[in-house]
Nanobody, 129 residues
Framework: QLRLVEAGGGLVQPGGSLRLSCVAS????????VAWLRQAPGKDREGVSC????????KYAHSVKGRFTISRHNATNTVYLQTNSLKPDYTAIYYC??????????????????????WGQGTQVSVSS
């Protein structure tokens, strides 16, 4: 059974940091593009960051560039999202997703949620003073 399990969310003050993790089981991430997406109440799910299969090509949403860092450790089947300088409008459920073909013609990962077939259950990130 293919599973993705996120952890690391929580309540943090503005300016704080969290490190989200996503562990895959039932399959190996080596051949999968991976992504972090988030969904705030009343809003569509949006891409935050993604990585190609090797971690050589990374992508970030404009709103988080310079604040978030995605990394992957294929040996441990884990993907991380380091989130720094958090803002209240970053409050959302953060999801990890994976797919073997969520890449464009240049091999760069893509953001649309419907590009990803495998999803975790999400982890809540709340930024508030």
């Amino acid at each position: 059974q293919l599973r993705l399990v996120e952890a690391g969310g929580g309540l943090v003050q503005p300016g704080g940091s969290l490190r989200l993790s996503c562990v895959a089981s039932g399959f190996t991430l080596d051949h999968y593009a991976v992504a972090w997406l988030r969904q705030a109440p009343g809003k569509d799910r949006e891409g935050v960051s993604c990585s190609d299969t090797t971690g050589s090509n990374l992508k970030y949403a404009h709103s988080v560039k310079g604040r978030f860092t995605i990394s992957r450790h294929n040996a441990t089947n884990t993907v991380y999202l380091q989130t720094n300088s958090l803002k209240p409008d970053y409050t959302a459920i953060y999801y990890c997703a994976a797919d073997p073909v969520a890449l464009d013609l240049l091999g760069i990962c893509v953001f649309p949620a419907n590009s990803y077939d495998y999803w975790g259950q999400g982890t809540q990130v709340s930024v508030s003073s």
